[in-house]
């Protein structure tokens, strides 16, 4: 007879080819042996049931060709695997806290920075001894943690230590509603840092419907970083127009678009480089008059892994749904949509006093 | 299938079957369900994915009741009775009428059940001259509809080769709500299948436990609730089936008697099964000998009566045995390995015939005299109809095989044959013409992959409607299985996705013999021969007819091959940069062509015109 753990490592290996097989394409396709990995285990340490999710991985690899509609079906199995892994000990928890935040950080491969990852989960490690076992907390605040400034690292330790310490109930709430309240208040970069905390500490007290809104998020582990720093706006995302433009303009520089008869509104899509120091309402270029702020629209970039914390631009109010890059990599992209009433043409130009290697992008252009 | 029903049809089945804790936490995920339903649909929109509504309804709709049978199957605080269980099947082959059926058109047999039911509930004959002169006002909504092959038609009137029996029950349905009427009533008559293949289970030593985890695959799984939801016999003939069953073991004559004669009234063929029952009732008292009596003299007059002949009793050869033998376990259209899964576990306990409940041997060996005739028809699959017609009568009792042997079976099988069977619920329910496919030895799965990768998945999927190495392959699979099974643990999920995972890689790969009437062929011009829904496809020598101009893409492999066609002028063809005259000949024939490289060739009629049967590598 073969040892449930031998059964497991077969198991393990075998789900790791079948993935590697069919699973074509994006880093996230190149990571999915390592999910099945992830999946299998889960089914080891806590439910046998959840290994089924690897043949529905396979299926969902081979039975979806459209990119984002395959990711979010990896994200939905992988997901329904984790709420299916209720752990039965500390050590269980750990596991299952530990594949949650390689899930979450780790994909794409190629983008881990193997020492300041191995920083943050021994604090996500903090954040659940701090409270055990509920895990939630621990992997909210390991997919917030920024691995760039270096000091940022501290984050996951500090908020193990105020878990640690509010642990009566009237303390917990009280923390919970200030850091909320700080999240209000602070620039959009560090909003999720205040929440992340929340969880963290208001965790016990929560009920576990609350719990819904947590798998939700983590059906989009396939582009987490989005979940880290794009949220809510991501929600509010509307695909671009299809008219591109493409000019990018230095300061005092415009250009003139024509507008076709017998529009009722026109959508311009702006973003800015080298702009994701400058703050919210800085005025950055006008069209027909009307002022296009920070805020508005954004730097491009803004929202990538490594500038992120160190930007002050806020989420555009009307982005678009333009997502590049996967998992812990992923951004939106900074643009913006404003919604013009009707003329003959457009008249953009960018702001005198921008910077000298600032820009206004204009992208694309669409008529309603 | 709108949100209120089936929010409705939800919480009423939950408030059915649970109780204190259980039914507490199943609301709690019920509410979590529909919040992340909606959440993905709110992610939907800024991800850009598009999924059809209906499919993603359909899919909610069938992971949130399996959400609430795994409570079932599991909780402690349950409600469970084979009454309780038939209320549930009720409601939700209702939902499933009004959500799933009803938005298409009914099609195979079902449209003139319904016509015999218009008559009899409009005229009060069954003479359906009139109905099929007055289409347009028809409840079946096809005007495409004319006298079938069989059909009594004579200047007296039109009489249909279907027995009426099936129609005069759904007659009162109908004349109360039309056609939404009528499949209400086939679904009235799944609930009493559901009740009594419970009480059976209850009746032979089955735990409640196994009871209620099978029941939801037993009653919302294929075939049942394709049949359930639709217009034919089948699942009343089931539950006669059962009651007959349970009435022969419980020693009811009554109750017994009435059910062989509704079995055999709904379907004469159903009399093979009542006669073989028969006999294993028969202790001679006046009142068995009467019923008995009763049955076989109906019997006589109904074959009489009908469409059928004499010679349809003689055996056929046994090719044609083995053929429908193989193809009913596990061709890929119409067999219960892809098809209805779960009775793999029933095929099993066949194995295991002494090990296994009285109920269980006394209903099998009464459909032996059935299968025999089954099994060597040209028409075995089913023909026009939702896969594994022939079979569902009898489906309740494989079902009781499949119980005696569920405790003893791994999480791993059970598993994937639920998530296999979800699957396929999904597929049917969404897409209800799809549980109808030509008889081209293909199945939907292998046309679809074959579409959508280029490549011939088919020739992986086993098909003894057009034989091939797979069913081959399968069958010895099967045979091994049913020796050799004892708890399926070393088939774990993994196990099943690198299945899955070979299958995609190897069905990627040129096969030996293409098709061309095969989806994963790109046509460019042509036409399929024959016609699609031609009737007794299955009886044809299927290709491609290419005319010039007209060509053809495929995967395959290099080196020479033989090409299989049939043409009354001759034809000439190009593959690659060769050119090949075809000889005239009304026979098919084959010709020897050269492929210069393995992948992607085109063959490109240049003159003439050719049915292109199939090329196969040597």
């Known amino acids: 007879m ?13 789900a790791a080819w079948a993935l590697h097989v069919v699973a074509r394409g994006t880093p996230v396709d190149a990571a999915m042996p390592f999910v099945g990995v992830v999946i299998v285990f889960l089914a080891w340490r806590c439910c046998a049931l959840i ?173 987490s970083g989005l979940i880290a720093r794009a949220l809510p706006s991501f929600f509010r995302a509307a695909p671009p127009p299809t008219q591109t433009i493409g ?3 230095a300061a005092s520089q415009s250009i003139d678009v024509a507008v076709p008869p017998g529009v009722r509104r026109v959508v311009l899509v702006a973003s800015g480089a080298n702009v994701a120091r400058l703050k919210e309402d800085r005025v950055i270029g006008s069209v027909n008059g009307r002022p296009i702020r920070i805020g508005d629209v954004a730097d491009f970039g803004f929202m990538r892994r490594e500038q992120f914390f160190a930007a002050r631009n806020p989420l555009p109010r009307l982005p678009v749904a333009d997502i590049r890059g996967y998992g812990q990599a992923a951004f939106l992209y900074g643009a913006g949509r404003l919604v013009l009433p009707p003329a003959e043409s457009l008249h953009i130009s960018a702001a005198g006093d921008l910077p000298p290697n600032a820009r206004l992008q204009v992208e694309s252009v669409g008529f309603e | ?67 609430l049978f795994a409570f079932v199957a599991f909780a402690d605080d349950v409600r469970w009775s084979a009454n309780r269980a038939a209320v549930v099947a009720l409601m939700i082959y209702l939902l499933a009428i009004v959500g799933a059926m009803l938005p298409f058109p009914i099609d195979g047999d079902e449209p003139f059940y319904l016509l015999i039911t218009e008559s009899i509930v409009k005229d009060h004959d069954l003479d359906l001259a009139n109905q099929y002169r007055d289409l347009a006002h028809s409840a ?80 919302f799984g294929p075939p049942i609730v394709f049949y359930a939801a639709r217009i034919w016999p089948e699942v009343p003939a089931a539950w ?99 098809q209805a899964p779960l009775y793999l576990f029933g095929l099993i306990a066949l194995a295991r015939w002494r090990a296994m409940p009285s109920g269980f041997r006394l209903g099998m060996s009464a459909s032996a005299l059935y299968l025999i005739y089954l099994f060597p028809r040209t028409e075995w699959h089913g023909g026009w109809s939702p896969p594994l017609r022939y079979i569902v009568v009898f489906c309740p009792i494989l079902a009781l095989g499949a119980a005696a042997l569920w405790e003893r079976i791994d999480a791993g099988p059970k598993l994937v044959v639920t998530a296999w069977t979800l699957g396929l619920v999904v597929h049917g329910l969404a897409f209800p013409f799809r549980l109808f496919h030509i008889a081209n030895g293909e199945s939907p799965l292998g046309d679809w992959l074959g579409a959508r990768f280029h490549s011939d998945f088919s020739r992986l999927i086993p098909s003894t409607i057009r034989p091939n190495l797979a069913a081959l392959a399968g069958g010895i699979v099967v045979v091994v299985l049913l020796i050799v099974f004892r ?63 007209d060509a053809m893409k495929f995967l395959a492999r290099a080196g020479r091959s033989r090409l299989r066609y049939q043409s009354a002028r001759g034809a000439t063809i190009a593959i690659a940069s060769r050119t090949y005259a075809l000889p005239p000949s009304m026979e098919y024939r084959t010709i020897d062509v050269d492929v210069p490289a393995a992948g992607c060739i085109e063959l490109r009629c240049l003159d003439g015109a050719a049915n292109l049967e199939r090329m196969d590598h040597e």
């Open chain 1, 247 to 249: 000019a990018a303009l």
């Open chain 2, 487 to 549: 708890t399926g643990r070393t088939f774990t999920p993994a196990v099943a996705a690198v299945l899955v995972a070979l299958f995609f890689v190897e069905g990627r790969r040129p096969g030996d013999r293409i098709q061309f009437e095969d989806t994963h062929v790109t046509h460019l011009g042509g036409e399929m021969y024959p016609r699609e829904y031609q009737p007794q496809r299955f009886l044809f020598t299927g290709g491609w007819i290419v005319r010039q101009g």
């Open chain 2, 140 to 219: 079946t909504h096809r005007l495409d509809l004319v006298p079938q092959y069989g059909d009594r038609v004579r200047p007296r009137g039109t009489y249909s080769r279907l027995e009426p029996f099936l129609a005069l029950l759904l007659a009162p349905g109908f004349a109360i709500a039309g056609l939404a009427g009528a499949l209400a009533t086939m679904a009235l008559f799944g609930a009493l299948l559901v009740r009594s293949t419970i009480r059976l289970f209850e009746d032979e030593g089955i735990s409640d436990a196994t009871a209620r985890q099978l029941f939801p695959l037993i009653a």
């Open chain 1, 51 to 223: 290994e089924i999710g690897v043949p529905l991985l396979v299926i969902a690899a081979i039975a979806l060709p459209d990119e984002h509609t395959r990711l979010l079906a990896f994200g939905a199995i992988v997901a329904g695997a984790f709420v299916a892994a209720v752990p039965r000990t500390f050590l269980d928890a750990t596991g299952v806290m530990l594949a949650a935040v390689l899930v979450l950080r780790w994909i794409p491969f190629s983008n881990v920075e193997i020492v300041r990852e191995l920083i943050v989960l021994v604090g996500a490690f903090a954040v659940l001894l701090a409270r055990p076992p509920l895990m939630i907390g621990a992997v909210a605040v390991a997919l917030v943690t920024p691995t760039h400034p270096g000091k940022a690292l501290l984050y996951p330790f500090i908020v193990a230590a105020i878990v640690f310490v509010a642990r009566n109930v009237p303390v917990a709430l009280g923390l919970a509603v200030a850091f909320l309240a700080a999240a209000h208040f602070a620039r959009a970069e560090h909003a999720p840092l205040w929440i992340a905390a929340a969880i963290a500490v208001a965790m016990p007290l929560l009920p576990r419907l609350t719990y819904v809104p947590a798998i939700a998020l983590f059906m989009l582990w396939p582009w």
């Open chain 2, 240 to 338: 006669c089936f059962v009651e007959a069953v349970r009435g022969v073991r419980q020693r009811r004559a009554v109750r017994w008697g009435t059910a062989l004669l509704g079995l055999v009234l709904l379907k004469l063929r159903f009399g093979l099964i009542a006669i073989v029952l028969l006999l294993r009732v028969w202790k001679p008292t006046l009142k068995r000998a009467l019923i008995a009596a009763a049955i076989l003299i109906l019997l006589a007059v109904a074959f009489a009566l009908s469409a059928h002949k004499a010679w349809e009793l003689r055996p056929g050869p046994p090719y044609f045995y083995l053929l429908g033998i193989a193809g009913l376990t596990v061709d890929g259209a119409a067999g219960i390995a892809f």
């Open chain 2, 1 to 67: 299938m709108t949100f209120l029903p089936l929010a409705a049809v939800s919480v009423a089945a939950a408030l059915l079957l649970l109780r204190g804790r259980a039914l507490w936490r199943w609301a709690g995920c019920e509410i979590g369900a529909w919040l992340l339903f909606g959440a993905l649909a709110l992610t939907a929109r800024p991800l850009g994915v598009t999924v059809e509504p209906h499919l993603a309804v359909i899919a909610f709709a069938v992971a949130n009741f399996a959400m």
């Open chain 1, 2 to 14: 073969l040892s449930a753990e031998f059964r497991y490592v077969a198991s393990a290996v075998l």
